[in-house]
């Protein structure tokens, strides 16, 4: 009997290494895999059916990083410069004429509204085939200032592995992102394993068209849906129609997300990661105008939430890290 | 070798009778099944993978019936009148007045808006769960003025068994209707085995609050989007994001979603039911206010699009045809 469980202890060990193996054996790793065994155990209190387990996810921040800043401003930046030539009125209009200019502070210093307008502008007028291939282009060509690694190789590895391992474990995993839905979904299949109807983001108004009898959808520079804060459950009803079962953050911007999924009942996962590791990746949290995490981490310390240490959980943050570039 | 050839030709008839039973053989029929085996054929010059084949599908007229009006609206209608004792002044307010004197043709006489304000009022002002329940209630006691039946059971049976036929098939079906989206979803599972997550439709905003801690999403008496004509095609790239393969309806409310649909490369399939059954169900088409089937008739007789005649293609149209009510 000794011997028996001398094994059963063995096996547990064995499996904990091949799960996740990535992060760093602890409180986080411990919790996710908790409430996995207690909502796939069947006959177990919490068992939840295959079909009702639904997982979403923040994309900036969460599954990649966001600095220096929104790669899809970086996009856009590089959108508004191809398009300049075309719009003489932008050496004199803000946020263009300092973007433009190469001031990329002054461009996003208008907060927001400013980021929304020079999304909507750069990414309008063109139907939603023409933009698939604009972002094409871009990933394929595109790299990141820092790291110098094409944008898709900015995933944080030990959340890939966390998407895989909760998809072997029945669950229907989904982007819920501020960043712009069609942006997301050239990528999202190739980085994540995410299929284009399970990404989730802010839209922009399309009009469908008819020219020379072929119908198209066209782009047009206005927001349609602001998917971030209290607009990431109203979209995830929208669109789910389930309450999620687990939700994962980084930033002030997934609480409302993270206060809607776990106040549901039974087992539920709410995970924000926390940017605490300067040298691999970046160090920020409370003050920080791009993912700030303040409320969030308040809330979370509260409510027992699992709080992500990038530092100390994942042994390594990017796939590429101590490969050549 | 003849022997062969007979016995194959055996096992084809075979597989034929079993397929879609409520369907007679004939030319619309014979479209469905060999486009699903142009597309699912390994090595055919058509063949999509299973992760690509969307099937869209209206719902009122297209899934179940949608006379002497749509269903959603007679919800509404109930909704109002158990609503009134609250809101007095409805009494002197169209369309609630007429449609509390029980005169549902002057309460409907102001066209799409009406009905809108009608849905919106009747559907608004509760939490996401409140109404869920409301529905659930609705449908477990309702019954349908002609044929004394609860409404899940007036959906056609020979459009169930092709849901069915093309899920088999590795296709994922989606119900892109003007109707409600959380009004379907209460339903969708259990009539056609389609998930929430896979019913799109028209949407009222809602908003995210905490009551006493807890947040909900609550309903607004406002139209977020309106799930209809040139709507559908946006609506479907914004949450689907692929073209689908294929696509049902039986109205003009559907042609841009198949004019979307069938402008896509490769083969596709886009059909109209026809509602040319007065003694089983209804006859309408180019004439009438709910479904009216004018420009979608002309332009599938111009582009070689299936229209299934409901008396001459389908043995049956109810399950309970037949049977006890």
């Known amino acids: 009997m000794r011997a028996l469980f001398a094994l059963l202890l063995c096996v547990a060990s064995a499996v904990s290494a091949q799960t996740l193996p990535s992060w760093n054996d602890g409180a986080a790793k411990r919790g996710i895999v908790e409430f996995v065994a207690a909502v796939t155990t069947k006959g177990g209190k919490d068992y939840v059916p295959p079909a009702q387990r639904i997982a979403v996810f923040d994309n900036d921040g969460t599954l990649w990083a966001e600095q220096p800043m929104y790669f899809q401003l970086l996009f856009a930046v590089d959108r508004v410069k191809a398009m300049a030539p075309q719009h003489p009125e932008w050496k004199e209009k803000e946020p263009y004429a300092s973007l433009l200019r190469g001031d990329l502070k002054s461009a996003t ?168 590791d300067a040298a691999r990746e970046w160090a920020y949290d409370r003050q920080s105008s791009i993912g700030r995490f303040d409320k969030g981490l308040d809330e979370a310390q509260a409510k027992g939430w699992i709080v992500v240490s990038m530092k100390s959980d994942w042994k390594k943050i990017f796939s590429f890290e101590g490969a050549k570039p």
Not at 167 to 172: E, I, L, Q, T, Y
Not at 217 to 225: E, I
């Open 109 to 276: 210093a208008g907060g927001e509204h400013a980021l929304l307008e020079l999304v909507a502008a750069s990414h309008a007028g063109i139907t939603t085939d023409e933009f698939e291939k604009l972002v094409r282009d871009w990933f394929a060509s595109a790299r990141h200032p820092r790291f110098k690694q094409p944008y898709r190789r900015m995933t944080y590895a030990p959340m890939v592995e966390l998407l895989r391992y909760l998809r072997a474990n029945g669950f229907k995993t989904y982007i819920v992102s501020g960043g712009g839905v069609e942006f997301m979904r050239v990528f999202a299949a190739q980085a994540y394993g995410i299929p284009p109807e399970q990404v989730i983001g802010t839209s922009g108004k399309q009009k469908f068209e008819l020219r020379d009898g072929r119908p198209v959808l066209v782009k047009l520079p206005a927001v349609d849906f602001v998917d971030d804060k209290e607009g990431k459950p109203v979209n995830i009803q929208r669109t789910i129609g389930r309450r999620p079962l687990a939700a994962f953050g980084n930033s002030d911007g997934d609480l409302q997300m993270l206060q809607w999924t776990c106040a549901g009942a039974g087992a539920r996962l709410c995970l924000f990661v926390h940017h605490d």
